[in-house]
């Protein structure tokens, strides 16, 4: 009995001191924060969009134009920096804002082109606020992108989550998330590239209904923007950093130059080495993609032999070039989107401390040799096009 005892009052004195639930929020104290942009006003001040989710609305069965509710309200708040601008919206809603469910931050050109470290301090410093969240650049306004609707999805802030994670099919944008930004900050050396999101005016549409697009690619020296790549460039970029997963190439079609042939990327991978050699400093990017014909646009019999070494060669060359437009581009505005400093450190150890004094210089002059090693698999269930060409007979 005695033993007993000895047991339950030390529990009991445990549970009475267990922290339990005391600082719990009930859902409905809480502004759910689904998508944040973030612009810089004319007088200087920080201007914090807030999409919040409405669950009243989202529960709904009915379309948001068939109710007239929309799933989603927007606050745009001001201040000194961004954790005022944050708290200063709690002047417009009753409810605290919570980030815990938050999945997009999107950042102005305007506000990009002059730095965004200070403006991603918060972010990195708040535990409340995720590092896993897509980031996003947009040439107009942060709070355009934030205030706009999405056909096929509800919450607009999801819409674009999304639209980051199926970014692979065409290798045309990155996929980058905040950590991904702090992680480049935290080099010395290392630059970064953030996708790029706009509202577009669709044809046979109102005025008044543009729709979101992922398009072109934020080029960041450390944390200030200094340009943009375009969809070839960019998966120039992705070809060195490995991170090209699908996509289609269009190349002219052998035998028939005026039609195009699409080449379905199936895998590729790549190696970068570095060289130091009678003080000079090379680099080779090893390619390796296997792909398939996808389609020929066209009625040559491309699949003879002759015509489809030509293809693989041409897909080789098309891979080449869009790495050597970037890495071109990339060297004349001395940013390292390679991560070639980082491949010299792990090889050279010793030599590192003295190459990264002056990072940038050497950058520019590194002699790049691109290696590309493409493979054509499949032509699909087609022998031959569905429209043979009559010169060159039924073989």
Known sequence: MKRRIFIIIPTILILLFLPGCWNRRELNTLAIVQALGVDRTEDGEISVSLQILKPSAIQSSTSDKASGSKSVWVVTSKGETVFDAIRNASLQTDRKAYFSHNTVYVFSEALARSGISDELDLFSRDSELRQLPYVFITRGKAEDIIRSDYEQEKIPGQAIEKLAKVSFAASKVPKIQLIDLLKNFASKTNDSIIPGIELVQEDNKEPS??????????????????????????????????????????????????????????????????????????????????????????????????????????????????????VDKAQNWDVDIFKFGTEVHRKYPKEWPELEKNWREEFKEIQVTILVDAKLHWSGYLNKPILPNTSEGSG
Do not use: C, Q, Y
């Not at 039609?259 to 009678?278: D, H, L, T």
């Not at 060669?313 to 869009?322: D, P």
């Open 209 to 326: 209904e543009e729709s979101l697009k992922l398009e072109g690619t934020a080029i960041l020296k450390r944390d200030r923007m200094i340009g943009w790549f375009d969809a070839k460039e960019t998966r120039g970029v992705l070809w060195v950093l490995g991170k090209v997963k699908s996509g289609i190439i269009d190349i002219p079609t052998p035998g028939n130059e005026n039609k195009k042939s699409g080449i379905e990327i199936i895998k590729a991978n790549s190696r970068v080495v570095p060289e130091i050699s009678a003080g000079n400093l090379f680099m080779t990017i090893n390619v390796h993609v296997d792909a398939n014909l996808g389609e020929e646009m066209g009625n040559t019999d491309i699949v003879k032999p002759e015509r489809f070494n030509e293809l693989e060669n041409r897909m080789g060359s098309a891979i080449k070039e869009e790495i050597e437009r970037a």
